[in-house]
């Protein structure tokens, strides 16, 4: 049922009730149950950015078993971000009204789904109805399962979680990459098996985590927690205006598509290595080999988000600009080390056809014995550290401006520019490269195409920064309006008492 302007779905609940009471329940799990909650929904979160990871580098073989170009296998990855990113937004507003648990199980068999048909795909046509099948299912994992996260964590420990849930998407990026490293381009059939057998585990797992109340991680609503009352407040469609009219929301939401602009071209990173393998002599199956090790190797920066977390975390509790501060200022900082990175050469011993432990071998041995290779490592560990510190701090600040019930709903708006982003991203880049390519050759066509993306980074920063200005009164906002609402939970459950 749609909900009208004048009555929430708290008010028809408490309405319907003897007295006006809330429905009291007990403690929302123990601590182990709630620690195991946490690992699986930060562990799952990496699902889709195994895909991410994993299907670039499997554009030539792809295209070649489906009997079509690299672009048209590129703009239908691309579309599949997209339809996932508006999935999420339906799949959101539902989980910010509903229980979330069933959500998250049936989304995640939807993906399972998508990525068995896609492991059975016979033409180009059977391939992109498979991936937006499995796309509909992803939207539901990343957007319902950051709205439970969001009322797992503490205030003063957002940041630091929260960069454990962007962490294990970029983990979830790097071992897509290495899948393909492992098991061989010419395998990828096999690899949608994998992440079909890795839906059904999910599933399963989503059967034994604790039911999390929304606003039980707010000091604001503890004592309505502590009474045994509830929060029963949940969005409508007359919310809706609100949240876009909160300004910070709207920094938020739009900087990521200029963000996954960028985002969705580095997806293309082994992509560059691999045409500096085969400009280097190297056949196509040693050369996808040597750029996956290579962008697996390069993305380990990405571990530094939990520093971008705890920085963001200690400058938030002196100033409430600093979450915004900190992204702001690790994106704009971040871009000539990427433009470094992607126009140094690659210096590699290793023989044509070798297998992966060899081409392992070689490629950490380049890092210690080449300069070229040392810079390059160096580069990206800085790059990628710096945009990491964007992604715990754009969570932490989604859930700090916004009240429990629009957290969801929210998040999956800024995910679905995010998709658009990435999908143009994604998209535009390949036909980038082809038109490059007319002006100049093979790698340096990906070197340029690359470098000019990272130019999307500034607005990025620019709108951080300016979110860092409206920031403060969201906050102090959202705040007081919970302890409004603490007050009338308690005025409304206790009469007597009040």
Do not use: C
Request: no cysteine; net charge positive.
């Amino acid at each position: 049922m749609w909900w009208g302007a004048g009555m929430t779905v708290a008010d028809e609940s408490r309405a319907d009730r003897p007295g006006g009471h809330p429905t009291r329940t007990a403690v929302s799990g123990s601590a182990a149950r709630r620690l195991y909650t946490v690992v699986v929904f930060i562990v799952l979160a990496s699902l889709d950015n195994v895909v991410i990871g994993m299907q670039p580098p499997l554009l030539s073989p792809i295209s070649q078993a489906l009997d079509v170009t690299e672009a048209s296998v590129g703009f239908a990855i691309g579309a599949s971000y997209l339809v996932s990113a508006i999935a999420a937004v339906a799949w959101a507003y539902f989980g910010d009204r509903t229980n979330r648990k069933p959500l998250l199980m049936i989304g995640t068999l939807v993906w399972a789904v998508g990525a068995l048909a896609t492991a059975g795909a016979p033409n180009f046509l059977a391939f992109v109805g498979s991936q937006v099948i499995a796309a509909i299912g992803l939207g539901a994992v990343a957007s319902v399962g950051f709205s439970v996260v969001s009322d797992l964590i503490s205030p003063h420990r957002r940041g630091l979680v929260m960069s454990f849930w962007g962490l294990s998407q970029g983990i979830g990026s790097v071992l897509g990459v290495m899948l393909v490293a492992v098991f061989g381009a010419s395998n990828w059939r096999l690899l949608f098996l994998a992440l079909t057998g890795a839906g059904l585990v999910a599933t399963a797992a989503y059967l034994f985590t604790a039911n999390i109340r929304r606003g039980e991680s707010e000091p604001q609503l503890a004592a309505v927690f502590a009474a045994g009352d509830e929060y029963d407040y949940r969005i409508s469609r007359a919310d809706l205006p609100t949240i876009l009219r909160r300004r910070t929301n709207l920094w938020l939401i739009l900087q990521g598509f200029t963000a996954q602009l960028v985002f969705g071209s580095l997806a293309f990173v082994p992509r560059l290595f691999q045409a500096k393998a085969e400009s280097l002599g190297y056949q196509r199956d040693t050369a996808i080999a040597i750029g996956a090790v290579y962008a697996t190797l390069f993305t380990l920066g990405a571990l530094l988000s939990i520093v971008g977390g705890l920085v963001g975390d200690r400058l938030q509790r002196r100033t409430p600009r600093g979450r915004a501060i900190v992204a702001s200022v690790g994106i704009l900082t971040a871009i000539p080390f990427y433009v470094l990175l992607f126009f140094l050469p690659l210096r590699l011993d290793v023989a044509d056809g070798a297998g992966t432990g060899a081409v392992i071998n070689a490629v950490l041995g380049s890092i210690v014995t080449e300069p070229a290779m040392a810079v390059s490592f160096v580069a990206a560990l800085l790059a990628l550290a710096l945009t990491s510190a964007n992604s715990p701090n754009w969570f932490a600040l989604i859930t700090e401006v916004n009240p429990p019930e629009h957290r969801g709903t929210v998040f999956s708006l800024g995910n679905l520019v995010n998709g658009v982003g990435r999908a143009t991203g994604t998209g535009v880049i390949g036909v980038s490269f082809a038109a490059l390519e007319r002006i100049v050759a093979q790698p340096l066509n990906y070197a340029v195409g690359l470098a000019a993306f990272q130019l999307f980074f500034i607005p990025t920063g620019i709108m951080y920064w300016l979110a860092s200005r409206t920031a403060p009164r969201d906050i102090a906002t959202v705040q007081a309006m919970l302890e409004e609402r603490a007050a009338e939970v308690s005025t409304t459950a206790h009469p007597r008492q009040s």
